[in-house]
């Protein structure tokens, strides 16, 4: 009688559309195209969810050449890299979700040591901070890298070396509440290149010295040293 209703249609996209009425076949009784009346905006459609994926295998640099001492900076060697994409329920990439429809802040990493560490240490990130996650125009899918400084603080000088190694642990979620399904995403045990992950509780020592009046107005030599304790 003129109307039909159907119940499978689907949308892949992000983003608001509208929709027109025509035949099916393009040719209405022969006598052509025949099209209706544009509808209102239908929307606005979000992604399904987010693929998140590790590019790499991150690893730190030591401080020293071969070690590094609590306190010390040290920095990312190769830095983690993941590809945060948008999808629609198919698993298929809404490239649509970009510019002002890429509703996905930035977000803020948090950063744990992997494994036994020693009793008065703390992990510390440094200028490590969020990652920043705009996207003005990626198609839906945007890669990005981490950065900063870590270090490890002690309360006591005594403290034995142990192997430096850290996680890190984030949540991706946008405004719309639309998520990463493993929330949160983890990148576990990144360690140093080259294997020298060993924290040395270190410190600089000057060793006394002794002389005569006349050699204490001319110079005296002060023996200096570094040293780290090992147990």
Avoid at 54 to 68: D, M, R, Y
Avoid at 90 to 115: C, I, M, P
Wanted: hydrophobic share 35%.
């Amino acid at each position: 009688n003129g109307v039909s209703t159907g119940t499978d249609f689907s949308w892949g996209e992000a983003g608001i559309i509208t929709l027109t009425p025509r035949v099916g076949d393009g040719d209405y009784l022969g006598a052509g195209d025949v099209t209706g009346t544009a509808s209102g905006n239908v929307g606005r459609f979000t992604p399904y969810d987010f693929a998140v994926s590790l590019n790499n295998a991150p690893n730190f640099v030591a401080a020293c050449g071969g070690f590094t001492y609590m306190g010390q900076s040290f920095a990312y060697n190769l830095a983690p890299q993941i590809t945060i994409t948008a999808r629609n329920a198919a698993a298929t990439t809404t490239q649509n979700y970009s510019g002002a429809w890429w509703k996905l802040a930035d977000f803020v990493e948090s950063y744990a040591h992997n494994g036994p560490i020693s009793a008065g240490v703390t992990l510390n990130s440094g200028s490590a901070g969020h990652v920043a996650v705009s996207c003005p125009a990626c198609g839906g899918s945007l890669t990005t890298s981490f950065n900063g400084t870590f270090l490890y603080t002690l309360s006591a000088p005594e403290t034995a070396p142990f192997n430096g190694a850290i996680n890190i642990s984030f949540s991706i979620s946008d405004s719309d509440s639309i998520a990463y399904a493993g929330n949160p995403f983890s990148i576990s045990a990144i360690g140093f290149n080259g294997g020298n992950a060993q924290q040395y509780s270190g410190r600089g020592h000057g060793k006394d010295v002794y002389g005569t009046m006349a050699q204490v107005g001319d110079s005296l030599s002060m023996p200096v040293c570094s040293e780290y304790y090992t147990a």
